[in-house]
């Protein structure tokens, strides 16, 4: 074995950086009521839609139309994960470069608040769509906000999620999903996990913008393709979420970990089971940004993680087994 | 004028605590309905019972039945302060003590969840009740906590208050209602504000516990006896009261000044006015406690409060002003 | 097995109260300078003094003249433990009292900062000193308070630790030690853990005054007399606590286990581990105050811990295992 | 006057954004050696070099090698502001835009720890300079972090600040300031207040990526040109910034206004004034992101400000009058 570190993820400063952020997102879940409930009751969401089989949510701060839709189906999971592009032209420059990867799905017009959007898979199978035109939020008489640079009024209910943050997948295939985030979506890579030859990435932390990461693929050790580790929402405060573990507490929901916090991107975090059965992170994002636009991406060893989480908490055995899976919408 | 510092308000380290703690104690309001959507969905509080006239709220750290009781009246003032007896015993010296002072009204037994009650008044004529017996929080399916060192469970919503602090009378008269404090109750002063004299007290902070205080009296500028500044309720940190502060930013409440930090006392505050038109502070109190036995009253001067509060703020004319009424039940 | 819930550990709420708070205490190291430079450095606290054996350190918002003082000794270990009576008379009345027992050890009048110390020890043989006398802080100019109602300077450096807050010893005789805070000192269990009888303590949970806890005596798994489990300091809030944990991290400091929330007592706890050995718990008391006079001691039973933590946390192994010895002074 | 809503400050979501990020830059002090210690000992920076006539001072998460640097000058005021480009090609293509608008000052390589750097003012006449290479931070034994994605130690002193957050200016000429950071830099306005014909800009705020803003210029009453209001550094949290003002408070430094929370950008603020006179500004930037690429500029009313601050505090007279200018580095 190799003494050698890790070779840096480099990227060009001068690619443009054709996605905007990530957003929304769907969800599926075998009790769409009570996952309902966990989102708007426990975490502060808003129902702001709902159809026969799905009910669309909002968290305060997204100044979009809605954030996530639950869907109801037989298994909990992931459906498709929406990202807006920079700007109506970046959308046709990435649909072109995705398209020749063969990775294209085609486009659609019926996704509620969003206009056209281009669907494709990455190489792992999860469903992704880009689109531009996007309907922005409109508060109501219920939540108009009293600051009218926000999108809707704090909730001051439960764990007040603030807005989405990240999604981590898991992946049959690290290397190859890098590759393509990468290479067809330009994004830039910050973090990542190294196996033994510190060199193959197990898992890696990919950013869009100033976030320190947007999308996050970490390895299934199953060998399961496309399924999904979990969904993260942000508050700002480390206190926030310490008070969403009573929160959670008090109405009996499933902690699997936390609070704590990350070694990897120093992300304080709490894990917790929605009742469908995906798992869903809470988070503190935003302090920290990464502002370097030639930041070096930073390796993380085996014997480095062994160390345990930043303030020494072993990983429980959960964490690296439980996932759910990522399906397409026409199932 | 001397330049003496002002005497110490001593008191005997041997002399009983009599007094437990302070509380429930009883609000009016012209608004009733308005005054409990206020505690209810705004302060985190939660409605308990009701009857013709009034409405029983409880705070979810009160081990007893119920905190505040919100009576309709034609205007805003208080009721009823409660103290609860350190001992049975305790509560029969007490009694007497008064009694000598001419300043008793008897005993009642038809106060909810408490059982005989002593009445009295302060020499400026706040109504108050002494008692022992009480019946203690029985929390139901609803608000049952998910740990059983707890009255009920944490609510999750808006200030989340946790329990009542101190109540703060304005009075025509603090040399008098001090002596009353110290000599006939046993309270300890720990800080004051003392008149150019260095001597004579324009407000006065008394404890009754470890707490750093649990009744207040500043001069009434007006000279009317009988009225209340303000009724605090404590939650556990800082950043509590700035999320207060946007939960009533978002409600609508009027915030009269705050978030900032009382050089005195050291209390972080924040004061709104409930719907009713009486002064709420929001403050953390606990983190500061008074261990010492023989603690030596802080005395304030004129000159030291010109500078502001703690981080210079300047006090606002309506905090010298604004005052509601304290009236006897039978009114 | 009964079924039974454990008895109440009923107290007289009509007993006085004659012991007013727990410290200064004294801690054995046998890396003095080490662990100076632990408790200055990284924990926020003073150097008052210092003589050949042993260093002097205050806690800021502490009125006595020291809080700990660290002795050079070839183990980790712990020393006396001070008490102050609540008054003079209280003292002797106290001192009656323990006489009784066999287990006093005479009085003595060389502790620095004390008046006259009667020294005693526990029945499992942890040694304490009861005084009253005491010499108050002097701020100099280096920490000299900008507000005339603390003792020092807020220190703005680690984990600025504010007071004393408990000691939790490890006892071979929990039965013993919790019958001589009842009847002896007078003291309040106010949580206790029972074993599969419902009955018997393994651990408890006594408190002197309006804080939750003082004193702590935990089942010593090996079987020794006279050992320590931990020394507790406050900090005001739990965000505190989360800082304090980067700053030991940084540090280099040995963290055992936290942040985290015991579900006893609801504190939020961070263990570490001082250079000379000894474990140091940081913790946020103060903002859950017992204020019951006639507070029901709660009973946690084996079941019940089996969950974990508040918020699912596993305790550790080194947790029941680690803990170092408290030596009398004269060995 | 018309009641028409101000007009969007529209920008081009596909025009590339060219400026990574502010900082460093420089204050200018008439006394140098206090104002260093006010950053170092107070606000928790690092002395990492000095000159003759000036301190090169770091925030632990500062990437780059120095994060302000403080110069010996008769008068308190602001030296250059330095920004990086997005790439070294974007800085090409900036030069070329800016000179031919006549403010550039040409190229220099002497500036400690950045490459080559271009010089130029905004039509204000305040200092800019342009660059792209940059030296890394280099921790040594003192200040090497735990965690090897931060740049420093977290120091664990004073207000801990994290990092340069924004420069707020005064100008004599807001609408061409507004129009050159739109134009020319290919900043974005998020928010601005506008004049009673709801149409000219009497401040704005202009991002260069996801912050909320970097670059603030405010109407200057006094009619001077190029006088710097103030610079702000970021911490975390709201908490943190409390424990600033009690940091502030020990150290005796003055406290102009706050802590409180601007409507604007929602920023909670703690303005205090360095020994030097210029005023610092603490804030919890990075909570509160934008990520839509066509963000809509918000524009806020004199009578929308007349509220007061977020929470109803009225702004102080000083923050309309007290300012410090901005001088060029060969004056």
Redesign the interface.
């Known amino acids: 074995m190799s003494d050698a570190p890790a070779p840096q993820l480099t990227h060009?400063?001068?690619r443009?950086?054709e996605i905007?952020?990530l957003g929304p997102i769907e969800l599926y879940t075998p009790v769409l009521e009570q996952s309902r409930d966990f989102f708007v009751r426990?975490m502060g969401l808003r129902e702001v839609h709902r159809d026969e089989q799905s009910i669309y949510l909002h968290t305060w701060?997204d100044?979009q139309s809605w954030t996530i839709r639950l869907v109801q189906r037989e298994h909990a999971g992931m459906g498709r994960t929406y990202l807006?592009?920079?700007?109506?032209?970046?959308r046709e420059r990435l649909i072109e470069t995705i398209e020749a990867t063969g990775l294209g799905l085609g486009r659609v017009t019926d996704v509620r608040g969003l206009g056209e959007v281009y669907l494709f898979t990455d190489p792992d199978g999860h469903e992704m769509g880009l689109y531009w035109d996007v309907e922005w939020y409109q508060a109501d008489d219920e939540d108009r906000?009293?600051?009218?640079?926000?999108a809707a009024?704090?909730p001051?209910?439960?764990?007040n999620l603030?807005?989405l943050d990240h999604v981590n997948f898991l992946t049959a295939d690290v290397p190859g999903t890098s590759a393509f985030l990468r290479d067809v979506l330009g994004a830039r890579c910050t973090?990542q996990i190294v196996k033994d030859d510190h060199v193959t990435p197990a898992a890696i932390w990919y950013s869009v913008?100033?976030?320190s990461y947007d999308l996050v693929y970490t390895e299934d050790w199953t060998g399961t393709r496309g399924r999904l580790h979990h969904v993260a929402f942000?508050t700002?405060?480390?206190?926030e979420i310490?008070?969403a573990?009573?929160?959670?507490?008090?109405?009996?929901v499933h902690?699997?970990?936390?609070?704590?916090?990350h070694?990897?991107?120093?992300t304080?975090f709490l894990y917790v089971w929605e009742p469908g059965g995906n798992r869903i992170e809470i988070c503190n994002a935003?302090?920290?940004?990464i502002?370097?636009?030639d930041?070096k991406t930073?390796s993380w060893t085996k014997e480095e993680r062994a160390k345990g989480q930043?303030?020494?908490?072993k990983t429980i055995d959960t964490f690296h087994t439980h996932g759910t899976p990522v399906l397409p919408a026409n199932l």
């Open positions: 060009d400063p001068e443009r950086r905007a952020h426990v701060d100044y807006r592009a920079a700007s109506p032209q970046a906000p009293a600051l009218k640079n926000q009024a704090y001051g209910r439960g764990a603030r807005r973090e913008g100033n976030k942000a700002d405060t480390r206190e310490l008070r573990a009573d929160v959670c507490l008090e109405a009996g902690i699997e970990t936390g609070p704590h916090k070694a990897i991107q120093q304080f935003g302090a920290r940004l502002l370097a636009p930041w930073i930043a303030w020494g908490l």
